[in-house]
């Protein structure tokens, strides 16, 4: 991708002098406090793969788990991964070198996976919200509708049409001019940033990407709210309250993850500048990147007496032991 870059690159930017590298400024310009972040981001970074990681295995090995929900979460489970990893490993990196820079190339690559895997995690969210919907309100032909076929293309979806935002973002930046201003206030490579950074005119690059993101946001958020009202109606019509907080309890899982991610784009981008602290944009994208892939394994762990169960069995190997010292101590966090 990076020699696709280059050519690109090398096709618009003419006679004019454009830069090779940008500095990331991080997280904290005070240096007492990098040796803290390092500790801080590099414990938060293997909680999330190892946290990840068991919840991937337990439903590969478990074939009690090879359902449509399972299969759905391990992919999110999975982009969780791959996302906190498109960021927090570069700037674990910088903290460790003492070093801020960051190739141009590898700032669009890093850019271009970073709205990837936190798109998958929107629409993902969507079709799990939908799964939950026919599995409580038609029960009876939820593996007539939720075939294999059908949950393919469900998960395959999100990841086509990831990239193809991605891709639109990445081709439209790769037209602009970077000229003397090469500092990035972030710990990673954020689209609006560069293209407040770009000496270009970028208003085509502006509208795209409030019409994209608006349309990548409301779709899975229409899904979603649709799923759950039809799944509160289906829910009240159960006449025992056992009945009742057995349907409920089969997406309570998935709704706190809901309402974490949503609720992080509401408090960070919808308040008023005036009740947020100036550096939102950083609280943001820990929340995102950072936070919600690290406790989502928890949450899916503590809720689900299947997924708990499928962990303690993973746990039981005795040759995952071996391999995994450090999963008995995840597992008993539970």
């Known amino acids: 991708m990076c020699s696709f870059l280059q050519i690109s690159r090398n096709m618009h930017q003419g006679n004019q002098t454009t ?4 500095l990331l400024l991080g997280l904290s310009n ?3 406090q990098q040796q803290l972040l390092f500790v801080l981001f590099l414990g938060m970074y293997l909680v999330t793969v190892a946290g990840n990681g068991l919840i991937i295995l337990a439903i590969g090995l478990d074939s009690y788990l090879h359902t449509p929900m399972y299969l759905f979460l391990a992919n ?3 982009a969780d991964i791959s996302s906190i990893s498109t960021s927090v490993p570069k700037m674990l990196m910088n903290i460790h070198t003492n070093s801020q820079s960051i190739s141009y190339e590898s700032c669009i690559t890093q850019m271009y996976f970073s709205i990837v895997f936190v798109n998958i995690d929107n629409f993902l969210l969507g079709v799990m919200a939908y799964d939950r919907f026919v599995a409580i309100c038609h029960p009876l ?10 949950c393919i293309f ?12 991605a891709l639109t973002h990445t081709l439209l930046l790769l037209q602009l001019i970077f000229c003397d ?8 490579c954020d689209l609006a940033l560069l293209l407040k950074l770009s000496c270009s005119d970028t208003m085509i690059n502006e509208l795209v990407l409030f019409f994209v993101g ?24 159960i006449s025992s309250t056992e009945g009742k907080w057995k349907a409920f309890s089969t997406c309570g899982s998935h709704l706190t993850v809901v309402l974490l991610f949503y609720g992080t784009i509401v408090g960070v981008y919808f308040f008023p500048s005036s009740m947020l602290p100036d550096d939102r944009d950083k609280i943001g994208a820990v929340l995102f990147t950072v936070v919600t ?6 949450i899916y762990s503590l809720r689900n007496k299947d997924m708990k169960g499928a962990l303690r069995k993973l746990i039981n190997r005795k040759s995952f032991l071996l391999l995994m010292p450090w999963a008995s101590t995840f597992l008993s966090s539970q």
């Open 19 to 22: 830069i090779s590298e940008f």
């Open 30 to 32: 005070q240096p007492e």
């Open 76 to 78: 999110l489970s999975f």
């Open 141 to 150: 032909n939820y593996l007539t509708i939720m075939q294999l076929r059908f």
């Open 154 to 165: 469900l998960t395959v979806v999100p990841w086509v049409l990831s990239n193809i935002v």
């Open 181 to 188: 201003s090469s500092t990035l206030p972030h710990f990673f």
């Open 214 to 237: 608006l349309l990548v946001i409301t779709f899975p958020i229409s899904l979603i709210f649709f799923s759950y009202i039809c799944i509160i109606r289906a829910v009240l019509r």
């Open 293 to 298: 892939p690290m406790v989502n394994p928890f």
